[in-house]
């Protein structure tokens, strides 16, 4: 019998309907956690670094972000994550948060078409992110109705702006399409421990207990992705990683990630971001958030 993701169940302080959330340290956390839920969720960012994978988009965030993830969207809690000197500050509610109608009103059209874009999950770029970060960190301190007025207002400008980009473009059906979550969770801790070496199908597929054609339709079905395919980009993502933090030669990074063709890598790394992996490098010395 197969499961859908793990439902998480979030509850917010008594007497609020905003769930806000202030980390100012991060833990470094291995455990693959494949969760979703029916709030819809901002995370921000204001220094820090880690990984985000959220439905079927895996991607490397360097010093910060602002993300949104909409109702019962997969995303994984498993990538790691660190504050330098930074914190994150993270908001959960309901779409209907303020009752079933008050954002089909036509003056709230704005806000509820954001809503339905955050199902494919949102990042806002630098601009806007610079522009209300600081209004996000300071709800924390507010209560009552001065907390419900200045989260609108948050919504208006990210409902407002162009300075965004989808995330999970191709879409990610977990909603209607039944998954069993104790084996995902199973595969992306595998991934995310041997990522670095030959990963055989063969020996995944033994780990849930499935013959090699019943787990390549699985993982297809559910992740809309080849296993092969999605393990190149996680070993990609951790590339980008090395290329923007380290010195270390492209080489040598290119077997760090667990590829054993030069050639290889460069062809993926420029199929999934676009550009060489010496172009990459060159762009994110010269990038600031």
């Not at 494949?34 to 991607?59: A, D, L, M, Q």
């Not at 009103?105 to 955050?118: K, N, S, V």
């Not at 960190?137 to 207002?153: K, T, V």
Request: charged share 25%; with cysteine; proline share 3%.
């Amino acid at each position: 019998m197969k499961t859908k993701p793990t439902l998480e169940k979030i509850t917010p302080n008594f007497g609020s309907s905003l769930l806000v959330k202030k980390h100012v340290q991060f833990l470094k956390k291995n455990k693959a956690f494949w969760h979703f839920h029916p709030e819809i969720e901002i995370v921000y960012v204001n220094k820090g670094k880690g990984k985000r994978h959220i439905g079927n988009h895996i991607s490397y965030f360097n010093n910060s972000q602002l993300v949104l993830i909409g109702s019962n969207l997969p995303h994984l809690g498993f990538m790691d994550r660190l504050t330098t000197n930074g914190s994150e500050t993270l908001i959960q509610f309901k779409p209907e948060f303020l009752g079933d109608l008050f954002f089909k009103i036509p003056e709230m059209a704005a806000i509820d078409q954001l809503f339905e874009r955050a199902k494919k999950g949102i990042r806002f770029n630098i601009e806007i992110k610079k522009r209300i970060g600081a209004k996000i960190e300071e709800l924390e301190d507010l209560e009552g109705a001065d907390r419900i007025i200045s989260f609108l207002e948050i919504l208006k400008e990210l409902a407002r702006t162009n300075d965004y980009t989808i995330l999970n473009a191709n879409g990610f059906a977990f909603e209607t399409q039944p998954q069993d979550s104790s084996k995902i969770d199973i595969i992306f801790k595998h991934i995310n421990e041997n990522f670095n070496r030959h990963i055989s199908l063969e020996g995944v597929s033994d780990l849930v207990s499935m013959t090699v054609p019943a787990f390549c339709r699985f993982f297809k079905k559910t992740t809309s992705k080849t296993f092969t395919k999605l393990v190149n980009e996680y070993r990609v993502v951790h590339a980008t990683k090395l290329l923007s933090e380290s010195q270390t030669s492209i080489t040598d990074i290119c077997f760090e990630c667990g590829f054993n063709n030069f050639s290889h890598f460069n062809k993926l790394f420029k199929e999934f971001t676009g550009k060489s992996a010496s172009k990459y490098r060159s762009e994110m010395l010269n990038l600031v958030q």
